[in-house]
């Protein structure tokens, strides 16, 4: 299980079905939340354009994680993967 404490140091990134997904820290004006952006399974996240990326806010905690893997659960189950 991915743990808040490892996106203190390095951002998580995988694939699943056709899908790419990264989650890291995201800081904005002093705003702490978890960033998820999922993107097509062609490319790495560096050079996938950035208009292929889609971008997902949640709470920057343990259940924010939970949220997004819930969330790109959806997504796969959708056929969005």
Do not use: H, Q
């Amino acid at each position: 299980m991915l743990k808040i404490s490892y996106l203190e140091k390095l951002p998580f990134k995988g694939s699943i079905a056709g899908l790419r997904y990264l989650i890291k820290k995201n800081i904005v004006e002093n705003n702490v939340s978890l960033l998820l952006c999922t993107y097509p399974d062609i490319l790495c996240f560096e050079d996938t354009k950035e208009e292929e990326k889609n971008y997902k806010e949640f709470e920057y905690s343990d259940c924010g994680i939970n949220e997004s893997i819930n969330y790109i659960n959806t997504l796969l189950e959708k056929g969005n993967g």
